[in-house]
């Protein structure tokens, strides 16, 4: 069996977090959804993952690379935790837990951003709702899968031995 280059698992990370930028910025405009903090805040991270990603495409055989790689890696696994927490969030008690009333560090970040680029980074939302159900998950769940696959191929991809 033929052994799926470096290159490609880097360029899969990007090409994921790229598709899954451009998706949300499509749910928004055409289902009219309001993308909550956290929402933005994942948002954001895929962003990351997707350039840390593609720069890994382009120097996976030196240490910047391998820099990139585990930039992404660790990138991922911080978007799986924020996605995380909105899925816990939106498993409590109503009105139990909000995002905007005490605001934490990824929620100010958002709103400032939201401030200076509203285009990209406006959050009217509400992080507890789940206004859009894909087979029954809401999309907090699936961006913790979509993170998990990233940080797993990322990971796969640094700890292989050739760099093809």
């Known amino acids: 069996m033929k052994r799926i280059p470096t290159s490609l698992l880097w360029l899969a990370i990007a090409l994921t977090g790229m598709a899954l930028v451009a998706g949300s910025f499509i749910m928004v405009a055409w289902l009219k959804l309001q993308p909550c903090p956290l929402c933005i805040a994942q948002r954001t991270l895929f962003m990351l993952v997707g350039m840390a990603a593609l ?14 790689g585990g930039l992404a890696v660790l990138t991922a696994l911080s978007g799986a935790a924020v ?82």
């Open 83 to 164: 996605a995380g927490y909105q899925v816990w969030m939106q498993h409590q008690p109503a009105n139990m837990f909000t995002c905007g009333a005490d605001t934490n560090f990824v929620e100010d970040i958002v709103y400032w951003l939201g401030q200076h680029v509203p285009v990209l980074f406006d959050a009217p939302g509400v992080c507890q709702d789940t206004a859009l159900l894909i087979f029954g998950y809401s999309l907090a769940i699936w961006a913790v899968v979509a993170f998990v696959a990233c940080a797993v191929l990322g990971l796969w991809a640094l700890l292989r031995r050739d760099n093809e």
């Open 55 to 68: 720069v890994a495409f382009f120097t996976h055989r030196n240490p910047a690379g391998r820099i990139a």
